[in-house]
């Protein structure tokens, strides 16, 4: 039995198609075309993410202001710089403002129920 990493990651949301379109109007990100019941899985490369409805018993009101605490997820982009810049003018949080450092150019936003993402460019 050999465990190779991680193959899908997801986040559970108060508001599914909220969720959503934030990550697809503001990363660009596009939904597969046939994803479960209650989530939307979106075309990543080299694992996909999706977000989706909370499982039974999951009181993300409870976890306010950030679900997630402790869990680091990193997004790749091209340009973080540009992507920052678009997200501030969009008046989403930013959480780090941009710094250049071994993953290149990185920088940490709030999305709509509160999970930090990080973006870096550094491919």
Avoid: N
């Avoid at 939904?31 to 909370?54: K, L, M, N, S």
């Amino acid at each position: 039995m050999t465990v190779t990493g991680p193959d899908f990651l997801a986040l559970q949301v108060r508001d599914l198609d909220r969720a959503a379109r934030f990550y697809e109007d503001h990363l660009g990100l596009r939904r597969v075309p046939a994803g479960p019941p209650g989530a939307a899985v979106f075309h990543t490369r080299p694992v996909p993410f999706a977000v989706r409805e909370p499982l039974p018993g999951v009181d993300l009101d409870a976890a306010s202001p950030r679900p997630g605490l402790g869990v680091a997820l990193w997004l790749h982009c091209d340009d973080a710089q540009a992507l920052h810049d678009r997200l501030r003018a969009a008046g989403v949080t930013i959480v780090t403002e941009p710094l250049d450092g071994p993953f290149g150019r990185t920088f940490a936003f709030a999305d709509p129920d509160g999970y930090v993402i990080t973006i870096h460019d550094k491919s």
